[in-house]
């Protein structure tokens, strides 16, 4: 059978499910790159804002929790978890916030790192609103 035979077997249906497929699949890679960069991280604990840093100035950060001390990098425009007290370590795998809106979350040490700039005020859009 030839490769292409396939694809003369597919009804009208199938080819623009194909089609609308293919167009989503292009569309979530090019996503990521309209969102816009950050300029300051900010972390909260307990609903009070403890640290607030521009991202552009490369630094490792201390921050006190109930468990303990988290440790965040703030490097070539990004923030991440480098070290926590916490037992699964979800926040360090996490990975790397640099974009308005990017979050990452230490639950058990109660500490939520989130990426702040130009669009991340009041007429910001919102993924979720929860009531």
């Known amino acids: 059978m030839k490769a292409i035979g396939w694809v003369t077997r597919l009804t009208p249906f199938d080819r623009k499910l194909l089609f609308v497929v293919a167009i989503i699949v292009i569309l979530s890679f090019a996503l990521p790159l309209s969102q816009k960069r950050g300029s300051r991280v900010v972390v909260r604990a307990d609903d009070r ?67 702040e700039g130009e669009g991340a005020g009041e007429d910001a859009e919102f993924d979720f609103i929860s009531r």
């Open 49 to 115: 804002i403890i640290f607030v840093a521009p991202l552009e100035k490369a630094q490792l950060v201390e921050l006190g929790g109930p468990l303990g001390t988290t440790i965040l990098e703030i490097e070539d425009g990004g923030v991440r978890v480098v070290s926590s007290p916490c037992s699964q370590k979800v926040c360090i795998h996490m990975g790397e916030a640099r974009h308005v809106g990017d979050l990452l979350a230490c639950v058990p040490n109660q500490l939520v790192i989130t990426i």
